[in-house]
Protein backbone atom coordinates (compact mmCIF):
# COMPACT_ATOMS: atom_id res chain seq x y z
CA UNK A 1 0.00 0.00 0.00
CA UNK A 2 0.98 3.99 -0.53
CA UNK A 3 1.79 5.63 2.32
CA UNK A 4 0.99 9.46 2.65
CA UNK A 5 2.81 11.20 5.35
CA UNK A 6 1.06 14.58 5.75
CA UNK A 7 3.17 17.67 7.45
CA UNK A 8 3.09 19.30 10.24
CA UNK A 9 0.54 17.90 12.21
CA UNK A 10 -0.71 21.25 12.90
CA UNK A 11 0.28 24.55 12.23
CA UNK A 12 -0.45 28.19 13.85
CA UNK A 13 -0.72 31.01 11.45
CA UNK A 14 -2.32 34.45 11.33
CA UNK A 15 -5.25 36.08 9.67
CA UNK A 16 -3.17 36.95 6.12
CA UNK A 17 -0.82 34.45 6.28
CA UNK A 18 0.40 32.12 3.66
CA UNK A 19 1.14 28.75 4.79
CA UNK A 20 2.16 25.18 3.02
CA UNK A 21 1.35 22.08 3.92
CA UNK A 22 3.00 19.13 2.57
CA UNK A 23 2.33 15.28 1.76
CA UNK A 24 4.79 12.92 0.56
CA UNK A 25 4.09 9.30 -1.28
CA UNK A 26 5.78 6.12 -0.20
CA UNK A 27 5.95 5.48 -4.13
CA UNK A 28 5.72 7.22 -7.06
CA UNK A 29 1.84 8.29 -7.62
CA UNK A 30 1.82 10.34 -11.01
CA UNK A 31 -0.28 13.37 -9.99
CA UNK A 32 -3.33 11.06 -8.38
CA UNK A 33 -3.15 13.87 -5.77
CA UNK A 34 -6.31 15.51 -4.43
CA UNK A 35 -6.49 17.93 -0.92
CA UNK A 36 -9.55 18.59 1.20
CA UNK A 37 -10.61 20.82 3.55
CA UNK A 38 -12.68 20.07 6.50
CA UNK A 39 -14.38 21.61 9.51
CA UNK A 40 -15.74 20.12 12.72
CA UNK A 41 -19.14 18.05 11.81
CA UNK A 42 -18.69 18.52 7.90
CA UNK A 43 -18.29 15.98 4.89
CA UNK A 44 -14.36 17.06 3.88
CA UNK A 45 -14.87 19.55 1.19
CA UNK A 46 -12.62 18.79 -1.90
CA UNK A 47 -10.31 21.89 -2.98
CA UNK A 48 -7.76 20.27 -5.13
CA UNK A 49 -7.23 17.01 -7.69
CA UNK A 50 -4.88 16.00 -9.99
CA UNK A 51 -2.18 17.39 -7.72
CA UNK A 52 -2.67 21.32 -8.97
CA UNK A 53 -6.16 21.30 -10.55
CA UNK A 54 -9.23 23.61 -8.39
CA UNK A 55 -12.44 22.44 -7.78
CA UNK A 56 -15.03 24.22 -9.40
CA UNK A 57 -15.83 27.63 -7.03
CA UNK A 58 -12.49 27.04 -5.49
CA UNK A 59 -10.88 30.17 -4.95
CA UNK A 60 -7.88 31.11 -6.26
CA UNK A 61 -6.20 31.51 -2.73
CA UNK A 62 -5.53 27.86 -2.76
CA UNK A 63 -3.18 26.13 -4.84
CA UNK A 64 -1.38 23.00 -5.49
CA UNK A 65 2.30 21.19 -6.54
CA UNK A 66 4.08 18.41 -7.14
CA UNK A 67 7.65 17.32 -7.51
CA UNK A 68 8.44 14.08 -7.59
CA UNK A 69 6.68 12.34 -4.90
CA UNK A 70 6.28 15.24 -2.63
CA UNK A 71 2.52 17.55 -3.21
CA UNK A 72 2.08 20.56 -1.35
CA UNK A 73 -1.03 22.85 -0.71
CA UNK A 74 -0.91 26.40 -0.33
CA UNK A 75 -3.40 28.79 1.29
CA UNK A 76 -2.53 32.38 0.87
CA UNK A 77 -3.83 35.26 2.33
CA UNK A 78 -5.43 33.31 5.22
CA UNK A 79 -9.38 34.60 6.78
CA UNK A 80 -10.90 33.02 9.38
CA UNK A 81 -12.63 30.46 7.43
CA UNK A 82 -9.49 28.99 6.11
CA UNK A 83 -8.71 28.05 9.46
CA UNK A 84 -9.59 24.21 9.55
CA UNK A 85 -8.17 20.42 9.32
CA UNK A 86 -6.50 19.90 5.52
CA UNK A 87 -6.05 15.97 4.49
CA UNK A 88 -4.34 14.84 0.94
CA UNK A 89 -5.29 11.31 -0.60
CA UNK A 90 -3.59 9.66 -3.66
CA UNK A 91 -5.65 8.05 -5.69
CA UNK A 92 -3.66 6.31 -7.66
CA UNK A 93 -3.55 2.93 -6.98
CA UNK A 94 -6.18 1.29 -4.36
CA UNK A 95 -6.24 0.95 -1.72
CA UNK A 96 -6.30 4.84 -1.72
CA UNK A 97 -5.27 6.27 1.51
CA UNK A 98 -5.16 9.52 2.78
CA UNK A 99 -2.67 11.78 4.80
CA UNK A 100 -2.97 12.16 8.44
CA UNK A 101 -4.34 15.44 8.44
CA UNK A 102 -2.80 18.93 8.86
CA UNK A 103 -5.15 21.00 11.46
CA UNK A 104 -4.65 24.97 10.81
CA UNK A 105 -5.18 27.06 13.55
CA UNK A 106 -5.09 30.75 14.58
CA UNK A 107 -2.10 32.28 16.12
CA UNK B 1 -27.07 18.46 -10.11
CA UNK B 2 -24.90 15.61 -8.40
CA UNK B 3 -26.58 14.65 -5.09
CA UNK B 4 -25.65 11.12 -3.15
CA UNK B 5 -28.43 10.91 -0.26
CA UNK B 6 -27.31 8.48 2.21
CA UNK B 7 -29.73 6.60 4.25
CA UNK B 8 -30.48 7.32 8.33
CA UNK B 9 -28.18 6.80 11.36
CA UNK B 10 -27.89 3.30 12.86
CA UNK B 11 -27.30 2.03 16.13
CA UNK B 12 -26.38 -1.65 16.60
CA UNK B 13 -25.27 -3.96 18.76
CA UNK B 14 -21.37 -5.18 18.65
CA UNK B 15 -21.10 -8.42 16.35
CA UNK B 16 -24.37 -7.23 13.99
CA UNK B 17 -24.28 -5.98 10.73
CA UNK B 18 -25.30 -2.58 9.40
CA UNK B 19 -26.06 -1.93 5.18
CA UNK B 20 -25.97 1.89 4.02
CA UNK B 21 -27.31 2.98 1.19
CA UNK B 22 -25.96 5.67 -1.06
CA UNK B 23 -28.57 6.87 -3.98
CA UNK B 24 -27.11 8.73 -6.60
CA UNK B 25 -28.78 11.54 -8.98
CA UNK B 26 -27.68 13.89 -11.23
CA UNK B 27 -25.42 12.63 -13.61
CA UNK B 28 -24.67 8.87 -15.28
CA UNK B 29 -25.17 6.20 -12.75
CA UNK B 30 -22.82 3.91 -14.49
CA UNK B 31 -19.71 6.57 -15.10
CA UNK B 32 -18.72 7.17 -12.17
CA UNK B 33 -17.15 4.67 -9.19
CA UNK B 34 -18.31 5.10 -5.93
CA UNK B 35 -16.14 5.05 -3.03
CA UNK B 36 -16.98 4.64 0.65
CA UNK B 37 -14.78 6.29 3.21
CA UNK B 38 -15.24 6.54 6.91
CA UNK B 39 -14.43 8.78 9.74
CA UNK B 40 -14.12 7.61 13.41
CA UNK B 41 -14.39 10.50 16.33
CA UNK B 42 -11.70 12.79 16.23
CA UNK B 43 -9.93 10.56 13.60
CA UNK B 44 -9.16 10.85 9.74
CA UNK B 45 -10.72 9.95 6.80
CA UNK B 46 -10.09 6.23 5.92
CA UNK B 47 -10.83 4.61 2.97
CA UNK B 48 -12.86 1.89 2.94
CA UNK B 49 -13.26 0.80 -0.62
CA UNK B 50 -14.91 1.28 -4.05
CA UNK B 51 -17.36 -0.11 -6.27
CA UNK B 52 -17.57 0.05 -10.02
CA UNK B 53 -21.07 0.73 -10.75
CA UNK B 54 -20.85 -0.27 -14.78
CA UNK B 55 -20.19 -3.97 -14.08
CA UNK B 56 -20.30 -4.13 -10.00
CA UNK B 57 -16.49 -4.90 -9.59
CA UNK B 58 -15.17 -3.91 -6.05
CA UNK B 59 -11.73 -3.13 -4.81
CA UNK B 60 -11.78 -3.13 -0.85
CA UNK B 61 -9.13 -1.66 1.87
CA UNK B 62 -7.18 -4.70 3.91
CA UNK B 63 -8.40 -3.88 6.76
CA UNK B 64 -12.09 -4.31 6.37
CA UNK B 65 -11.50 -7.71 3.87
CA UNK B 66 -14.08 -10.15 4.40
CA UNK B 67 -16.28 -7.65 6.81
CA UNK B 68 -17.69 -5.28 3.82
CA UNK B 69 -19.34 -6.03 0.79
CA UNK B 70 -20.64 -3.31 -1.48
CA UNK B 71 -22.95 -3.71 -4.04
CA UNK B 72 -25.08 -1.40 -6.57
CA UNK B 73 -28.74 -1.38 -8.00
CA UNK B 74 -28.77 0.16 -11.93
CA UNK B 75 -32.73 0.48 -11.61
CA UNK B 76 -32.42 2.90 -8.39
CA UNK B 77 -28.97 3.99 -8.79
CA UNK B 78 -28.08 3.17 -5.64
CA UNK B 79 -25.00 1.86 -3.75
CA UNK B 80 -24.89 -0.33 -0.59
CA UNK B 81 -22.30 -0.99 1.84
CA UNK B 82 -22.81 -3.80 4.52
CA UNK B 83 -20.19 -3.87 7.15
CA UNK B 84 -20.62 -7.50 9.36
CA UNK B 85 -19.44 -8.40 13.01
CA UNK B 86 -19.34 -4.97 13.90
CA UNK B 87 -17.49 -4.02 17.31
CA UNK B 88 -17.15 -0.54 19.21
CA UNK B 89 -14.77 0.40 16.95
CA UNK B 90 -16.32 0.74 13.90
CA UNK B 91 -18.54 3.69 15.32
CA UNK B 92 -18.05 6.26 13.02
CA UNK B 93 -19.48 8.84 10.08
CA UNK B 94 -19.71 6.53 6.81
CA UNK B 95 -19.57 8.62 3.72
CA UNK B 96 -20.56 7.48 -0.33
CA UNK B 97 -17.97 9.71 -2.64
CA UNK B 98 -18.14 10.02 -6.14
CA UNK B 99 -15.45 9.15 -8.23
CA UNK B 100 -13.64 10.49 -11.18
CA UNK B 101 -13.38 11.04 -13.92
CA UNK B 102 -14.18 14.22 -13.99
CA UNK B 103 -14.24 16.21 -10.62
CA UNK B 104 -12.71 13.20 -8.39
CA UNK B 105 -14.21 13.11 -4.68
CA UNK B 106 -16.35 16.37 -5.32
CA UNK B 107 -19.28 14.75 -4.50
CA UNK B 108 -20.04 12.99 -1.02
CA UNK B 109 -22.85 11.76 1.07
CA UNK B 110 -24.32 13.93 3.58
CA UNK B 111 -22.29 11.15 5.86
CA UNK B 112 -24.15 8.33 7.70
CA UNK B 113 -23.33 8.00 11.58
CA UNK B 114 -23.45 3.99 12.83
CA UNK B 115 -22.96 3.71 16.87
CA UNK B 116 -21.97 0.42 17.65
CA UNK B 117 -22.91 -0.43 21.24
CA UNK B 118 -23.93 -2.72 23.88
Known amino acids: DIQMTQSPSSLSASVGDRVTITCRAS??????LAWFQQKPGKAPKSLIY???TLQSGVPSKFSGSASGTDFTLTISSLQPEDFATYYC?????????FGQGTKLEIK | QVQLVQSGAEVEKPGASVKISCKAS????????IHWVRQAPGQGPEWMGA????????SYAQNFQGRVTMTRDTSTSTVYMELSSLRSEDTAVYYC???????????WGQGTLVTVSS
Open chain 1, 89 to 97: LQYNSMPYT
Open chain 2, 26 to 33: GYTFISHY
Open chain 1, 27 to 32: QGISSY
Open chain 1, 50 to 52: AAS
Open chain 2, 51 to 58: INPRGSTT
Open chain 2, 97 to 107: VRGGPEYPFNF
